[in-house]
């Protein structure tokens, strides 16, 4: 079974965002990490780079297979996780922690609260 | 409706995770690919290639009727051995590539692609309608028939007991040999050979005792490290030591000399279809030629159709590329002109818009440290 952290917010397309204040913590799911095996390579936006929510904005690469990861939230981005850069398999040990995608700076604070809640989420990966 | 295979249960109950692949729902891994192909590497993988096609060619015009639809010389195999070759069109493009085992005199076995068995029964049957067809027989047995390959450093040590009786111990065959066993009653033809650049055998028998056949193997090879291993793998393996995949290496547009592989086209054996433009070819070179190449600057995995760069001139393609997992970089292979085909030509492949430093090396891309 996949881990679910219950104080995330998630999207549908396997994004879970971590808030504290006005910024939020982005990264991918166990779900979705353990769909995508082993993560051989993570290309992260450009720090400053203003996007929206649900625009593409960073490529999980595994052996077969490149997929976009659509940002769950609005904002500018303040800092990207550069371990990945040298460990993209910290996508696949730890998913929620040193794992982690970027850093925004939320431009609308509403959006996160209207994301999934954990039993919601999961709901959805079982299903 | 996606074809399945004798061993789809099997697959279901190791939990694989399945994908499409050429019309058939196969596995792509059951841990994850990187996994599976260490264990190749390092132990032995067992892999389901029942959706792969047979064909048998017999009758006393099949070694004719063979070295005339064939690049390769089939008067090079005694009984009991097969070899890699290309099934060309008049125009030296590629219908497919296979191995064909000489299984008696007048016997012979196809292993064809999968993709391919649509193109190729249809191609075989019309040649054979031919004169070079007199006393052959073509018989599809894609359908009766299952194969499964067992590949791998260990694989030697437990081959032998994967069936329960054999003409010439599998174990002493030497590689492209071929002998007949029996498993279940049934026979089965164990060949020592493989795509994925180790030691290994394949196993071709009837469909029927696929699942047993496989479970044997299993059995038999656990204290050998033996795991499944799926398509995934399979195809990382084969890029590493730059074995073609039709669709990617090759189609009817290429030829094998432009492909690399003019070593398995025989011009002094008589006529063959293609022949005039492979002779021009080997002789004058090819304006394309398919190449490998490595990484040499971090980027993320070339893939197919990434477009290749030379002196700041876009000039080709790549058709298969991947992460290496041996070696931990980007790898693949691509056509270029034949200007550029050489072992250290620096070359750039563009990824999402951005081009990455590369250089051409020498075939194989990974090569067992001896």
Same mark, same amino acid.
């Given at each position: 079974?996949?881990?679910?952290?219950?104080?995330?917010?998630?999207?549908?397309?396997?994004?879970?965002?971590?808030?504290?204040?006005?910024?939020?913590?982005? /990264?991918?799911?166990?779900?979705?990490?353990?769909?995508?095996?082993?993560?051989?390579?993570?290309?992260?936006?450009?720090?400053?780079?203003?996007?929206?929510? /649900?625009?593409?904005?960073?490529?999980?690469?595994?052996?077969?297979?490149?997929?976009?990861?659509?940002?769950?939230?609005? /904002?500018?981005?303040?800092?990207?996780?550069?371990?990945?850069?040298?460990?993209?398999?910290?996508?696949?040990?730890?998913?929620?922690?040193?794992?982690?995608?970027? =850093?925004? =700076?939320?431009?609308?604070?509403?959006?996160?609260?209207?994301?999934?809640?954990?039993?919601?989420? /999961?709901?959805?990966?079982?299903? | 409706?996606?074809?399945?295979?004798?061993?789809?249960?099997?697959?279901?109950?190791?939990?694989?995770?399945?994908?499409?692949?050429?019309?058939?729902?196969?596995?792509?891994?059951?841990?994850?690919?990187?996994?599976?192909?260490?264990?190749? *590497?390092?132990?032995?993988?067992?892999?389901?290639?029942?959706?792969?096609?047979?064909?048998? +060619?017999?009758?006393?015009?099949? @070694?004719?009727?063979?070295?005339?639809?064939?690049?390769?010389?089939?008067?090079?195999?005694?009984?009991?051995? #097969?070899?890699?070759?290309?099934?060309?069109?008049?125009?030296? #493009?590629? +219908?497919?590539?296979?191995?064909?085992?000489?299984?008696?005199?007048?016997?012979?076995?196809?292993?064809?692609?999968?993709?391919?068995?649509?193109?190729?029964?249809?191609?075989?049957?019309?040649?054979?309608?031919?004169?070079?067809?007199? #006393?052959?027989?073509?018989?599809?047995?894609?359908?009766?028939?299952?194969?499964?390959?067992?590949?791998?450093?260990?694989?030697?040590?437990?081959?032998?007991?994967?069936?329960?009786?054999?003409?010439?111990?599998?174990? @002493?065959?030497?590689?492209?040999?071929?002998?007949?066993?029996?498993?279940?009653?049934?026979?089965?033809?164990?060949?020592?050979?493989?795509?994925?650049?180790?030691?290994?055998?394949?196993?071709?028998?009837?469909? @029927? +005792?696929?699942?047993?056949?496989?479970?044997?193997?299993?059995?038999?090879?656990?204290?050998?490290?033996?795991?499944?291993? #799926?398509?995934?793998? *399979?195809?990382?393996?084969?890029?590493?030591?730059?074995?073609?995949?039709?669709?990617?290496?090759?189609?009817?547009?290429?030829?094998?000399?432009?492909?690399?592989?003019?070593?398995?086209?025989?011009?002094?054996?008589?006529?063959?279809?293609?022949?005039? +433009?492979?002779?021009?070819?080997?002789?004058?070179?090819?304006?394309?030629?398919?190449?490998?190449?490595?990484?040499?600057?971090?980027?993320?995995?070339?893939?197919?159709?990434?477009?290749?760069?030379?002196?700041?001139?876009?000039?080709?393609?790549?058709?298969?590329?991947?992460?290496?997992?041996?070696?931990?970089?980007?790898?693949?292979?691509?056509?270029?002109?034949?200007?550029?085909?050489?072992?250290?030509?620096?070359?750039?492949?563009?990824?999402?818009?951005?081009?990455?430093?590369?250089?051409?090396?020498?075939?194989?891309?990974?090569?067992?440290?001896?």
């Amino acid at each position: 079974m996949s881990n679910i952290p219950s104080d995330l917010r998630y999207a549908k397309s396997h994004e879970w965002v971590r808030v504290a204040g006005d910024h939020a913590t982005v /990264g991918i799911t166990d779900h979705a990490q353990h769909e995508l095996t082993d993560v051989v390579f993570v290309e992260l936006p450009q720090v400053h780079r203003i996007v929206k929510a /649900g625009e593409a904005c960073a490529v999980v690469e595994s052996v077969k297979t490149a997929s976009d990861i659509y940002s769950p939230v609005s /904002g500018q981005i303040v800092e990207i996780n550069a371990a990945l850069s040298n460990n993209p398999g910290l996508v696949n040990t730890d998913p929620f922690g040193d794992g982690w995608f970027y =850093k925004i =700076k939320l431009s609308d604070a509403a959006e996160p609260e209207a994301m999934l809640a954990a039993e919601a989420y /999961g709901k959805q990966v079982q299903g | 409706m996606l074809k399945r295979t004798p061993l789809f249960e099997a697959h279901q109950k190791l939990a694989a995770r399945l994908v499409e692949f050429g019309g058939w729902e196969m596995p792509v891994h059951y841990t994850s690919i990187m996994e599976e192909h260490r264990v190749v *590497r390092t132990a032995a993988g067992i892999f389901d290639i029942c959706h792969m096609g047979e064909v048998s +060619i017999t009758g006393a015009g099949a @070694s004719s009727f063979l070295n005339q639809v064939l690049t390769n010389d089939i008067a090079k195999l005694r009984v009991g051995e #097969g070899q890699y070759s290309l099934m060309c069109n008049p125009a030296g #493009g590629v +219908i497919d590539d296979l191995y064909v085992y000489k299984l008696g005199v007048q016997e012979y076995l196809l292993i064809i692609n999968a993709s391919r068995i649509d193109a190729d029964v249809p191609w075989l049957l019309q040649e054979a309608q031919r004169d070079i067809g007199a #006393g052959v027989l073509v018989t599809n047995q894609s359908e009766t028939l299952g194969a499964i390959a067992i590949q791998g450093p260990t694989v030697e040590k437990f081959i032998d007991q994967c069936v329960d009786t054999f003409d010439r111990a599998p174990s @002493s065959l030497l590689k492209n040999q071929i002998t007949r066993g029996e498993f279940a009653g049934q026979p089965v033809y164990l060949a020592r050979t493989g795509y994925t650049g180790e030691d290994g055998f394949e196993l071709v028998g009837a469909a @029927s +005792i696929m699942t047993d056949l496989w479970q044997r193997a299993l059995q038999v090879g656990l204290v050998h490290g033996l795991k499944p291993a #799926g398509l995934g793998a *399979r195809d990382t393996l084969r890029t590493e030591v730059c074995y073609p995949l039709y669709g990617h290496e090759l189609d009817e547009k290429r030829t094998p000399i432009e492909a690399g592989l003019g070593f398995f086209v025989s011009l002094d054996k008589g006529p063959f279809n293609g022949r005039e +433009i492979l002779a021009m070819q080997k002789l004058q070179g090819a304006p394309q030629r398919c190449v490998a190449f490595k990484m040499i600057e971090k980027s993320p995995p070339p893939r197919p159709h990434y477009r290749v760069w030379f002196d700041g001139q876009p000039v080709g393609e790549v058709v298969s590329g991947t992460l290496s997992p041996s070696l931990n970089l980007g790898i693949g292979m691509a056509y270029v002109p034949t200007t550029v085909a050489q072992p250290g030509s620096r070359i750039e492949i563009e990824i999402r818009g951005q081009r990455f430093a590369a250089e051409v090396v020498k075939k194989p891309i990974y090569r067992k440290a001896s």
